[in-house]
């Protein structure tokens, strides 16, 4: 009777994880593909960004689609401030969600609209990941 639980058990936890993965994709945000849009994860590429951007403690940053946040994070805790233009309000939700609460949240300025059109505030670097077909 014992071992005939065990294979319902592991099917049990299966059928969990498997509600589990499903429920997570259903929180996912989809891209909008004439945006071009695309998440950069590689915490190396961002790093190598940071880096390359020679970011001072004292620069006001402006961040060109900063989606949800990846590189939006390490550009605030390198400068003083990241005035971020994205111009899908999802991702503004997001980005606001990422830094709500945290000691990042006053060091963020966030703009929604097309970064062509808008008017810019000050600003000492800029700094993007932008889809190519915008290059």
Same mark, same amino acid.
């Not at 004439?34 to 402006?62: A, C, M, R, W, Y």
């Given at each position: 009777?014992?071992?005939?639980?065990?294979?319902?058990?592991?099917?049990?936890?299966?059928?969990?994880?498997?509600?589990?993965?499903?429920?997570?994709?259903?929180?996912?945000?989809?891209?909008?593909?004439?945006? /071009?849009?695309?998440?950069?994860?590689?915490?190396? %590429?961002?790093?190598?960004?940071?880096? !390359?951007? *020679?970011?001072?403690?004292? &620069?006001?940053?402006?961040?060109?689609?900063?989606?949800?946040?990846?590189?939006?994070?390490?550009?605030?805790?390198?400068?003083?401030?990241?005035?971020?233009?994205?111009?899908?309000?999802?991702?503004?939700?997001?980005?606001?969600?990422?830094?709500? /609460?945290?000691?990042?949240?006053?060091?963020?300025? %966030?703009?929604?609209?097309?970064?062509? !059109?808008? *008017?810019?505030?000050?600003? &000492?670097?800029?700094?993007?990941?932008?889809?190519?077909?915008?290059?």
């Amino acid at each position: 009777e014992r071992e005939a639980r065990k294979p319902r058990m592991a099917m049990r936890k299966r059928d969990e994880r498997k509600q589990q993965k499903s429920e997570a994709r259903t929180h996912t945000i989809e891209f909008n593909k004439s945006f /071009g849009q695309h998440i950069l994860k590689n915490p190396l %590429i961002i790093q190598s960004i940071i880096e !390359k951007s *020679d970011v001072k403690p004292t &620069d006001t940053v402006l961040e060109i689609g900063p989606g949800t946040g990846n590189l939006t994070v390490k550009l605030l805790a390198a400068s003083k401030k990241v005035v971020a233009v994205e111009l899908d309000p999802r991702m503004v939700c997001e980005l606001q969600k990422r830094v709500q /609460g945290t000691e990042l949240q006053h060091k963020l300025q %966030i703009m929604c609209g097309d970064v062509i !059109k808008v *008017d810019l505030p000050y600003f &000492d670097v800029c700094v993007a990941n932008i889809p190519y077909q915008v290059a």
